[in-house]
């Protein structure tokens, strides 16, 4: 009994030391695979009055009045000191006037409060929001530079739009093929003012930059990305500026070339459409655009789908959320996106000054082309069309039609022309995805 009490008790202190012996030499494992969280201190302390002045060399203040020489913009490149300094004071009293136009006046607030804000944000100095790793730079990165936003907001509208006046009104069609003139015109022009040595665009850049004048955001925004990606800041801006400016461009060119009688022409009542038509008329219109331009499907498809799914009646929940929630979120980081490329740096410098300057020509021509096709077709037997709507060739999507009505209801308050310049409308809008895709498919 006594041996065995011996044998135990020399069993037991065995195991307790081996069981120390285990857990000391697991514990100099960890050590030697944990570094050490021991961080040597860098702060230098200061008197308050270093401090003080270390503040106020760090205010916006400073760095706009006194920039600092080693300031890099928001893609990494030198700038200069008018544009880290007066520059940046130039865009946000730029930004100030947007805020003004959007609020005071109305002018598709929408658009223009997210751009400029995001301008506003993208002029400050110091913080670089618009770089990289600024919040500014990341919504660029992931909606604006992969053609993501562009399609989203593609899908948001074919939800929101009814092809109704278009198929009870077939022939409003070519006024939005004839505003399309207003693409190829400038993508002429563009190039033969580089043949003149005005202006250094190359063809793929001159047919980024004609698009402008379809005056469509996504569009604009998707062909720059496959054609002239060095560009697409600036024709973004531009593209969505003239969309946001459609209420101010417009109307001086719609009273030019029309009279006060032809202003106050009243279209006639518009057929009833039946669902079937508006049904297989998305996945006709697919359907052609993937046998004939490929190039197109992308935005077409986008744009196709959102129309179908409203047209189907059976997913209401998905068309909402395309109609509302999706698309809003989508217009706020698209616009703060757009805004980011107002930077002083990128904004006033020559080449963006003459893509603004194309890029207005391109709208205006498009405009006229649209009302003068209206004109032309009155010539011709048949129910008159009012010259208005022709201006809604473009695809500014509702504002060109809203446009058209307002300024026709200031001749006739009676003259209801908003339906009608729906049907040129969302044809501009399928005109312009084409005409991207020709330009795509023959530069690209």
Same mark, same amino acid.
């Given at each position: 009994?006594?041996?065995?009490?011996?044998?135990?008790?020399?069993?037991?202190?065995?195991?307790?030391?081996?069981?120390? !012996?285990?857990?000391?030499?697991?514990?100099?494992?960890?050590?030697?695979?944990?570094?050490? !969280?021991?961080?040597?201190?860098?702060?230098?302390?200061?008197?308050?009055?270093?401090?003080?002045?270390?503040?106020?060399? @760090?205010?916006?203040?400073?760095?706009?009045?006194?920039?600092?020489?080693?300031?890099?913009?928001?893609?990494?490149?030198?700038?200069?000191?008018?544009?880290?300094?007066?520059?940046?004071?130039?865009?946000?009293?730029?930004?100030?006037?947007?805020?003004?136009?959007?609020?005071?006046?109305?002018?598709?607030?929408?658009?223009?409060?997210?751009?400029?804000?995001?301008?506003?944000?993208?002029?400050?100095?110091?913080?670089?929001?618009?770089?990289?790793?600024?919040?500014?730079?990341?919504?660029?990165?992931?909606?604006?530079?992969?053609?993501? =936003?562009?399609?989203?907001?593609?899908?948001?509208?074919?939800?929101?739009?009814?092809?109704?006046?278009?198929?009870?009104?077939?022939?409003?069609?070519?006024?939005?093929?004839?505003?399309?003139?207003?693409?190829?015109?400038?993508?002429?022009?563009?190039?033969?003012?580089?043949? *003149?040595?005005?202006?250094?665009?190359?063809?793929?850049?001159?047919?980024?930059?004609?698009?402008?004048?379809?005056?469509?955001?996504?569009?604009?925004?998707?062909?720059?990305?496959?054609?002239?990606?060095?560009?697409?800041?600036?024709?973004?801006?531009?593209?969505?500026?003239? *969309?946001?400016?459609?209420?101010?461009?417009?109307?001086?060119?719609?009273?030019?070339?029309?009279?006060?009688?032809?202003?106050?022409?009243?279209?006639?009542?518009?057929?009833?459409?039946?669902?079937?038509?508006?049904?297989?008329?998305?996945?006709?219109?697919?359907?052609?655009?993937?046998?004939?331009?490929?190039?197109?499907?992308?935005?077409?498809?986008?744009?196709? =789908?959102?129309?179908?799914?409203?047209?189907?009646?059976?997913?209401?929940?998905?068309?909402?959320?395309?109609?509302?929630?999706?698309?809003?979120? !989508?217009?706020?980081?698209?616009?703060?996106?757009?805004?980011?490329?107002?930077?002083?740096?990128?904004?006033?410098?020559?080449? !963006? *000054?003459?893509?603004?300057?194309?890029?207005?020509?391109?709208?205006?021509?498009?405009?006229?082309?649209?009302?003068?096709?209206?004109?032309?077709?009155?010539? =011709?037997?048949?129910?008159?069309?009012?010259?208005?709507?022709?201006?809604?060739?473009?695809?500014?999507?509702?504002?060109?039609?809203?446009?058209?009505?307002?300024?026709?209801?200031?001749?006739?308050?009676?003259?209801?022309?908003?339906?009608?310049?729906?049907?040129?409308?969302?044809?501009?809008?399928?005109? @312009?995805?084409?005409?991207?895709?020709?330009?795509?498919?023959?530069?690209?």
């Amino acid at each position: 009994m006594k041996k065995m009490i011996i044998k135990f008790l020399t069993l037991l202190v065995f195991l307790t030391l081996n069981s120390t !012996t285990l857990m000391a030499s697991q514990d100099g494992l960890q050590s030697i695979k944990s570094p050490s !969280t021991h961080k040597e201190e860098t702060y230098v302390s200061q008197s308050m009055g270093h401090m003080v002045v270390g503040f106020l060399q @760090s205010t916006g203040i400073v760095a706009l009045f006194n920039p600092n020489p080693n300031e890099l913009s928001a893609s990494g490149k030198k700038m200069s000191d008018f544009h880290k300094g007066f520059g940046r004071i130039i865009m946000i009293l730029v930004t100030f006037f947007l805020f003004w136009l959007a609020i005071a006046k109305g002018f598709e607030p929408l658009l223009l409060l997210p751009i400029a804000f995001g301008g506003l944000l993208a002029n400050i100095p110091i913080a670089n929001i618009a770089g990289p790793h600024g919040f500014l730079g990341v919504i660029y990165q992931m909606g604006l530079a992969n053609e993501m =936003f562009p399609i989203i907001i593609f899908m948001g509208v074919g939800a929101m739009t009814d092809f109704g006046p278009l198929l009870s009104n077939p022939k409003t069609a070519l006024l939005g093929g004839a505003a399309q003139f207003g693409i190829f015109g400038t993508l002429v022009g563009a190039v033969a003012l580089s043949q *003149m040595g005005f202006v250094d665009f190359t063809l793929q850049q001159a047919s980024a930059i004609s698009i402008i004048g379809g005056a469509d955001g996504p569009t604009s925004i998707f062909i720059a990305t496959k054609l002239a990606p060095e560009l697409l800041g600036a024709i973004a801006v531009a593209s969505y500026s003239y *969309m946001a400016m459609v209420p101010i461009i417009q109307p001086p060119i719609m009273k030019i070339l029309t009279t006060e009688d032809e202003r106050k022409i009243k279209m006639s009542t518009l057929r009833h459409v039946s669902r079937l038509e508006k049904l297989v008329f998305p996945i006709m219109v697919l359907i052609l655009a993937i046998l004939v331009l490929p190039e197109s499907t992308p935005l077409i498809g986008a744009f196709m =789908f959102g129309n179908f799914l409203k047209e189907s009646g059976v997913v209401e929940r998905l068309n909402d959320t395309l109609q509302n929630a999706l698309i809003n979120i !989508t217009t706020i980081f698209l616009g703060l996106g757009v805004g980011s490329k107002l930077a002083a740096d990128q904004f006033l410098v020559p080449e !963006t *000054m003459f893509i603004m300057i194309l890029g207005i020509i391109a709208f205006s021509v498009g405009t006229a082309a649209g009302v003068l096709m209206a004109k032309v077709m009155n010539m =011709f037997p048949g129910n008159k069309i009012n010259p208005l709507i022709g201006s809604a060739g473009v695809s500014a999507v509702p504002m060109a039609a809203r446009v058209s009505n307002k300024v026709g209801m200031e001749y006739d308050r009676t003259n209801m022309l908003l339906m009608h310049a729906m049907g040129p409308n969302v044809a501009g809008v399928i005109g @312009s995805a084409v005409a991207a895709g020709v330009l795509i498919s023959i530069f690209a």
